[in-house]
């Protein structure tokens, strides 16, 4: 079982950063196969827009490519997605994923707002 803890949503202005973390509350991130982020907005389909395999291997959506950087920390047992140069197209509910055993865990969602 993999349970998953996101923070660090909220409110920013264009051009402004943000860094979502992903805590597992429960399970391993070590053992844990791929870990991604994925974000939705309303009347939009969800969108995998960065993953982070145990080997360290990183890919991101091209929206986000150069701007986003998906990140893990062992020892904390936490995943990143440090966020820059934002725009009021990536407000979204971001959600922090797990696929581990052929099974997806996700986080609660945090939401990201970017303001005019």
């Known amino acids: 079982q993999v349970q998953l803890v996101e923070s660090g949503g909220g409110l920013v202005q264009a051009g402004g950063s943000l860094r979502l973390s992903c805590a597992a509350a429960s399970g391993s991130i070590v053992n844990i196969n791929r870990m991604g982020w994925y974000r939705q907005a309303p009347g939009k389909q969800r969108e995998l827009i960065a993953t982070?395999?145990?080997?360290?291997?990183?890919n991101y959506a091209d929206s986000v490519k150069g701007r986003f950087t998906v990140s893990r920390d062992n020892a904390k047992n936490t995943v990143y997605l440090q966020m820059n140069s934002l725009t009021p197209e990536d407000t979204a509910t971001y959600y922090c994923?797990?696929?581990?055993?052929?099974?997806?865990?996700w986080g609660q969602g945090t939401q990201v707002t970017v303001s005019s």
């Open positions: 994923n797990a696929f581990h055993r052929f099974s997806n865990y």
């Open positions: 982070i395999t145990n080997g360290g291997f990183t």
